[in-house]
Nanobody
């Protein structure tokens, strides 16, 4: 059983930055996909981006709404980060990370909530105007 834990949430003014981390207790897949999702109260969870690792390959994927502002990277084998810059009030949400085997990131799969096997509890991000 993989446990995921997010950290780094908080409150920030519009235009500011926050960095979220997703740490996995263990993740022994030969290839893996870590996704970031967010959910506003009363709305469906939406994909923010994903990080694929397989062999020597690293790929990142982003939703159009965050492209150019958010950066996903890997700190170490078990930690993937989400650097959020130029934050907007509409970025306010609970952010969660999710994990699955590498195939989870194939094509448009990375955007599908149902494709991921493990989920973290989430961390709140609030952006004030």
């Amino acid at each position: 059983q993989v446990q995921l834990e997010e950290s780094g949430g908080g409150s920030v003014q519009a235009g500011g930055s926050l960095k979220l981390s997703c740490t996995a207790s263990t993740f022994d897949y030969s290839s893996s996909c870590i996704g970031w999702f967010r959910q506003e109260a009363g709305k469906l969870r939406e994909a923010v981006g994903a990080f694929y690792r397989g062999g020597g390959t690293r790929e990142t994927y982003y939703a159009d709404s965050v492209k150019g502002r958010f950066i996903i990277s890997q700190d170490n084998r078990n930690t993937v980060t989400l650097q959020m810059n130029k934050l907007k009030p509409e970025d306010t949400a609970t952010y969660s990370c999710a994990a699955g085997p590498g195939s989870t990131c194939a094509g448009p799969n990375w955007q599908g909530r149902e494709k991921y096997t493990f989920w973290g509890q989430g961390t709140q991000v609030t952006v004030s105007s």
